[in-house]
Every structure is written in structure tokens, then in C-alpha cells.
């Protein structure tokens, strides 16, 4: 599959410095899932994705979305004979016969417009009639820039609404001059091209088929690797705070399979080396936010990725262990606990739980977990409920008010966060206020950091309660 690889398959159909962009935007051509390019003014995105409907011989409506009426559409209504329906009367324009979309400037027109385009980006429909003939649903776009003071801020451009932008299934970066390698600017200067029509001899139209086809097979049987990696990185970046909605989960496995397929063909099982690369610029170009505005760190999307990865291409056993080593809540270690495959396994958590976890923390693990090991309801060996034992009993031996001089050679004044831990302790009340009281006092006399002292105790006290109750899920 090398030459579907090739920067230049783009770059066939005159289409210049769309090299690292590639990869998602052939996968967005076998999926058929709709696209949306956002880049500044003059860096081709219309003329490639005009390009791309040219070589792929397909019937085209372009729309520039800040002029567009509805009527452009779907043509002017009229009664039939018999005046119990409405037809529409079709010009060259409208959109009921087209196999491709082209949404220009999608944001440059009101919420209110965007709405009306919401049905045909999702459902290759308009009035709630179906387009059977339409393939491909493509958007373009300038960024938008909240702060309309910034220099590269566009007037008139929308935040496209969120409900609207999370149906793109992959929105691209297009990059600027300055992204451009030279043989790419030359080209791109070069006035030959101008006005030519993209003919690549049917090289894509061939070879986006047979992408399809695979495409076809794979995707009943997508390989758990790549449904693995979706919902775990869906899963990832929602705990961080960046919202992924469901549809997008799948949308990105799709993707992910599509794009994978154009890189290595058949080759799936097992992933490629390589195979990381492609589902890190997948992910990338797989998230919404860059539509309405916001824009989610680079560095929180490549953890995402990394921690989803290691636990894609795992199986089995060490599926399961990678993702308690992964996990970054106590209570989330607790709920994978409870469903161990065996007590070895069960037994080597525990010992990464409170070998890798602060002193602090993995003392609240031992504290909430060591009553349930002891009764025999944890999927653990004996060693583990051992060593639960050792970290839990200091914590559970605490009583009594706790000054710096209960700590050996400590002069005699009070613990300084004492006063901070009773704030806490008062607003809880029964079993709850004795384990917090406990872990608290344990960490004030061995001077353990606890962070923030009331989110420590709530998750204390979930562990606690996923421990007492059994509840996995």
C-alpha cells in the first residue's frame, strides 16, 4: 500500500501541502463520514475539496453557507396537480440530485441558518426527505477566535454549534505558508494550475474503492484493538475534562479502522508498529472543539492517546492490569479490582496500588479495602491481604487528638493543617467521620501530604463504599 501512502496522492490532483493532513482526509473518503476543513483564508480548501469531486467524477453542489437561502437547495415549491402535495422545482443548483456537498464557510452564517443545515451534514436528508444519491458531506471553514480582538480573528465568523460541529466526524487543520516545505510552495506559486481540472486518470476513484471494499469487511468485525482504543481514549479525555460524546466514540473508530486501512490495507491483526501514528492524527483531527473556539491542549490529547494505546494493543490479562496502572481515581482502582480474573492478578494490583500511590493515598486504599480482603470478598491471595494489613493497621491504630508531639523529637504545638482536617471532620457524620478521622490523623502524625483534604475524603469514602457494597460497575 505504499503508493496510497505517498504524499502525492493529493498532490496528483493539484492540491499542494496536504501532506500531513492526508491520512484523515482519505479515511473521511472511504467512510463517507462527513468532513470539515478549518484553516485561514487562501489555503485550499475549497479548491481540494473541489478537486477530490473532480477526480472522483462525482456529481457536485458547491454553497457558499454566508450567501446561501433555503430555496438554493431545494429549489421553489410548487403544488402538484392534484394540490395535496409539494414539489419542488429543481434547477442545476439544488441539492436532490448531488452526490457531493460542499458546505463553504459554514460559519459565516447565523445559528438560526446552521440549524438548517443540521439534517443534510447528519442525515443525507433535507425537508425529511432522504438523498439517496449523496455520498459525501464536506464543510470548510476560518477558525474562530473568541477573543475578536486577535489578529488573526475573521469578522463575521460564528462558533459553529456544537451539535452541528460534533456530526463532522473528522475536522482537519489545514496548515498555513509558513507549514509549507519548499517543493510544496513552489508549487502551490506556480500559475500553471490555475483553472485546471483535477484528473488523476481515475487513480483515486480506483483505489478509494477498494479501500471501500475493505472498509465494507472489516468494519462487522472491526478489530478490538481499535474499538479498545476509542473507548478507552473516549473514556481518558472525558475524566480530563474534554467531553467526547458517544457518537463520537464511534465515529473515531470508524475513522481510525478507515485510515489504518488506506495506510496498511489488511494488515490489522496484528496492528503495526506504525499503526500509532495514524490513530494519534486521527484523534486530533477527531475532536470538535477547534469549531466553536476552543482548543484542547496537545499535550492532554497525546496522554490521552498514549494511555489509550498501551491498553489497545494489550489483551487479556494485561489489558485489565494496564488499565488499574492507568486508572488515576482510587475509587476507579477499586471498582477494577472487584472484577480481577484471578487472585494472582488481583494480588500483583494491589501491590502496584500501594507500591506506586503516595503514602497518603495508598493508605485510604488499604483503609477502605482491608475489611472486604479480610472477609474473603476480594479477588486477591493472601499475600495482598497481608500487605492491605500492614499499610491499613497504623491507620486504624490512630485515637486521640494528634500534636506534633505524638511524632518523636516534633516540638510541643498542634499539627498546622489540624485546624483544616477538623473543618472537614464536622460536616461528616456516624462510620463516615470515624475512617476519615482516622486517615486523616494517621497522615498528620506521619506528616504524609494529603492534597486537598476534602476531595481525599471523598474518595476515601467511595472506595469505602464500592469495597462495602461489591459494586463494580
Request: proline share 6%; with cysteine; glycine share 6%.
Amino acid at each position: 500500500m505504499s503508493d496510497s501512502n505517498s504524499p502525492s496522492v493529493l498532490a496528483r490532483l493539484g492540491a499542494y501541502g496536504f501532506g500531513a493532513q492526508e491520512p484523515v482526509i482519505l479515511a473521511a473518503l472511504v467512510t463517507g463520514d462527513p468532513l470539515l476543513l478549518i484553516g485561514r483564508s487562501g489555503t485550499g480548501k475549497t479548491f481540494l475539496l473541489n478537486s477530490i469531486s473532480e477526480a472522483l467524477q462525482l456529481n457536485h453542489r458547491h454553497y457558499n453557507a454566508s450567501l446561501l437561502s433555503f430555496d438554493d437547495l431545494v429549489g421553489f415549491p410548487y403544488p402538484d396537480e392534484a394540490r395535496t402535495t409539494v414539489r419542488f422545482l429543481e434547477t442545476p443548483a439544488t441539492v436532490w440530485s448531488a452526490e457531493s456537498v460542499l458546505i463553504d464557510e459554514i460559519n459565516r452564517c447565523k445559528p438560526e441558518h446552521q440549524n438548517r443545515l443540521f439534517s443534510l451534514v447528519h442525515e443525507r436528508r433535507i425537508q425529511g426527505v432522504a438523498l439517496p444519491s449523496l455520498r459525501y458531506r464536506w464543510a470548510a471553514m476560518n477558525p474562530c477566535v473568541l477573543d475578536d480582538t486577535a489578529v488573526d480573528s475573521y469578522a463575521g465568523v460564528e462558533p459553529l454549534d456544537p451539535a452541528l460541529a460534533d456530526r463532522f466526524a473528522l475536522l482537519v487543520p489545514v496548515g498555513d505558508w509558513t507549514d509549507l516545505g519548499e517543493a510544496d510552495r513552489r508549487a502551490v506559486a506556480d500559475p500553471a494550475g490555475e483553472g485546471r481540472v483535477a484528473n488523476d486518470g481515475g487513480a483515486l476513484r480506483v483505489q478509494v474503492a477498494e479501500w471501500q471494499a475493505i472498509f465494507r469487511e472489516e468494519v462487522e468485525q472491526c478489530p478490538d484493538s481499535i474499538i479498545g482504543y476509542a473507548d478507552e481514549v473516549t473514556t481518558v479525555l472525558t475524566s480530563a475534562g474534554v467531553r467526547v460524546s458517544p457518537r463520537r466514540a464511534r465515529l473515531l473508530a470508524r475513522t481510525l479502522l478507515a485510515a489504518l486501512i488506506v495506510r496498511f490495507g489488511r494488515q490489522l491483526r496484528p496492528l503495526p508498529q506504525d499503526a500509532a501514528t495514524v490513530a494519534l492524527q486521527v484523534l486530533t483531527c477527531s475532536l470538535p472543539q477547534p469549531a466553536w473556539g476552543e482548543q484542547v491542549p496537545s499535550e492532554r490529547i497525546l496522554a490521552a492517546h498514549q494511555a489509550a494505546w498501551g491498553y489497545a494493543v494489550l489483551t487479556g490479562r494485561d489489558r485489565w492490569l494496564y488499565r488499574v496502572q492507568h486508572e488515576t481515581t482510587l475509587d476507579g482502582k477499586a471498582r477494577l479490582l472487584l472484577q480481577a480474573p484471578d487472585p494472582d492478578l488481583g494480588t500483583l494490583a494491589v501491590e502496584q496500588v500501594l507500591a506506586n500511590e503516595t503514602p497518603a493515598r495508598a493508605a485510604a486504599f488499604a483503609l477502605a479495602a482491608f475489611p472486604a480482603a479480610v472477609d474473603g470478598r476480594l479477588p486477591i491471595g493472601a499475600e495482598a491481604v497481608h500487605d492491605l494489613g500492614r499499610v491499613a493497621q497504623p491507620v486504624l491504630d490512630v485515637d486521640g487528638v494528634v500534636r506534633w508531639s505524638d511524632a518523636p523529637g516534633r516540638p510541643q504545638q498542634p499539627h498546622p493543617r489540624l485546624a483544616e482536617f477538623a473543618q472537614v471532620l464536622e460536616r461528616l457524620t456516624g462510620a463516615r467521620r470515624l475512617r476519615a478521622q482516622q486517615w486523616l490523623f494517621h497522615c498528620a502524625v506521619q506528616s504524609l501530604d494529603v492534597g486537598d483534604a476534602s476531595a481525599g475524603e471523598a474518595e476515601l469514602h467511595r472506595c469505602i463504599e464500592i469495597f462495602r457494597t461489591g459494586e463494580a460497575l
